[in-house]
């Protein structure tokens, strides 16, 4: 039985732009990382600590980070490759938590971060250990854990290895990422079962893209099987530069907008999302894919006046 309540963590600011052709201005993802904010968002990734020639959008991160709303409710999120990525999220005294990844196959890790699988699953305790000696919370993620644009199938096995890993340096969660949007219900279900096994009460954390549309299925199948947080994004942007094919992410109106109607609370405004996504669509230059945002939530009543005969 699912829980009555879900965290979201709100990631448009960082995955939902990085793919993106449009330069979004500091200014601007400030704004909208406010928006987030004012929706309801707690915890969100406002940015990761890259190269900014591999990620240009991401060339602002420092930027962004003394923008940020000095809010003591909101947890900011800072995603990292490496240690010297770790080390400039931590010198900025913005960032609360340290999102580290690691990969599950070696083709896919050395193109998103130059080192093989394993490599990046000691990296990533090593963020993970150097965030709690920062006196910082981390977690870690694991990329391409339903599919592989280049190596195709990925074991299920190798992903409960990997989280088992990853949960001996103790992060706060592990996230478990379908990059590619290859996922279904069924699988959501057997991987979350597996992991839960094999490291007990760690929270889980799932990231869905909807680029084969079953986002939303897998959302519900990983509420059911367990998952106490859901990435999403307003407006559903999102993508992987090292990831051919990787859309968009879950949108944040259309995951609130089913989970509200099934009594889930989320603690976010689907109408302050929905402004959020009216807002960022012109400085996209498009509409974006949210559905939610296209067609209003639930149709109230409409008072119907009768004709005088």
């Known amino acids: 039985m ?21 330069l979004v201005s500091t200014a601007d993802k400030i704004r909208l990382i406010e928006g987030a904010i004012a929706a309801g968002a707690r915890r969100i990734e406002v ?26 409710d909101v947890t900011y999120i800072g995603l990292v490759m490496n240690q010297r990525g770790a080390d400039r999220a931590l010198a900025t005294g913005r960032i609360d938590q340290l999102g580290a990844v690691c990969v599950a196959t070696d083709t896919f890790a050395m193109r ?48 409960i290895e990997m989280a088992k890993a990853v949960a001996e340096a103790g992060p706060v969660e592990i996230a478990f990422a379908d990059t590619i949007g290859v996922g279904n219900p069924a699988h959501v279900t057997r991987l979350i079962a597996g992991v839960k096994e094999a490291v007990g009460d760690l929270p889980i954390r799932m990231h869905f893209h909807n680029t084969r549309g079953t986002g939303l299925a897998n959302v519900w199948a990983a509420i059911e099987a367990g998952a106490s947080t859901i990435d999403a994004s307003i407006g559903g942007l999102g ?32 109408t302050k999302l929905i402004e959020t996504n009216t807002w960022l669509a012109p400085i996209m230059g498009k509409d974006l894919p949210a559905m939610v945002a296209k067609s209003g939530g639930f149709p109230t009543a409409q008072s119907e006046e009768k004709e005088l005969a």
């Open 239 to 270: 993508g992987c530069p090292f990831a051919p094919g990787a859309a968009g992410n879950v949108a944040a109106e259309d995951v609130q907008y089913m989970l509200e109607r099934a009594g889930i609370d989320t603690g976010l405004d689907l």
């Open 47 to 72: 940015t990761s600590f890259v190269n900014p020639k591999a990620v240009p959008q991401m060339a602002d991160a420092d930027e962004v980070c003394a923008g940020l709303p000095q809010r003591d």
């Open 2 to 22: 699912y829980t009555k309540t879900i965290e979201i963590v709100e990631v448009s600011p960082r995955d939902g732009l990085q793919n993106e052709k449009v």
């Open 112 to 159: 998103n971060q130059g080192q093989t699988s394993d490599g990046s699953v000691e990296a990533a305790k090593a963020i993970i250990e150097s965030a709690k000696a920062a006196g910082k919370a981390a977690q870690a993620t694991i990329a391409a854990s339903f599919g592989c644009p280049f190596e195709g199938e990925v074991a299920e096995r190798r992903v």
